[in-house]
């Protein structure tokens, strides 16, 4: 299947800021609903935030008023604005996308999405 590609990420120190990004390949006639996914060592991958084909966001309690999902519809390239990072937010996070539209009870099951990324670091020292 499609792979998608995260960039942005990186080391940095608590209370900093990231910028992850992600394109996904466009195809014609077709909207996509977009999330953000992390992975931190030992943990089960969860869902950190989502953009639905309207560009109404759900977001993971943890990260709420922190984080801001966002995408670029021209490019096709989501975005993940991080700030006031915290140790605890150290991770392999990973973008998805699926074909047409998410449900809100279901978004943040993987297999919902078509699409993966292979992920992008993102360590938080304190």
């Known amino acids: 299947g499609q792979v998608l590609a995260e960039s942005g990420g990186g080391s940095v120190q608590a209370g900093g800021s990231l910028t992850l990004s992600c394109r996904v390949p466009p195809e014609t006639n077709v909207e996509y609903c977009m999330a953000w996914f992390r992975q931190a060592p030992g943990k089960e991958r969860e869902g950190v935030a989502v953009i639905y084909t309207s560009d109404a966001v759900t977001y993971a309690d943890a990260v709420r008023g922190r984080f801001t999902i966002a995408k670029d519809k021209v490019n096709n390239t989501l975005y993940l604005q991080m700030n006031n990072l915290k140790p605890e937010d150290t991770a392999l996070y990973h973008c998805?996308?699926?074909?047409?539209?998410?449900?809100?009870?279901?978004?943040?099951?993987?297999?919902?999405?078509?699409?993966w990324g292979q992920g992008t670091l993102v360590i938080v020292s304190s």
């Open positions: 998805a996308a699926r074909r047409g539209n998410c449900y809100e009870t279901s978004w943040t099951y993987r297999m919902h999405y078509n699409y």
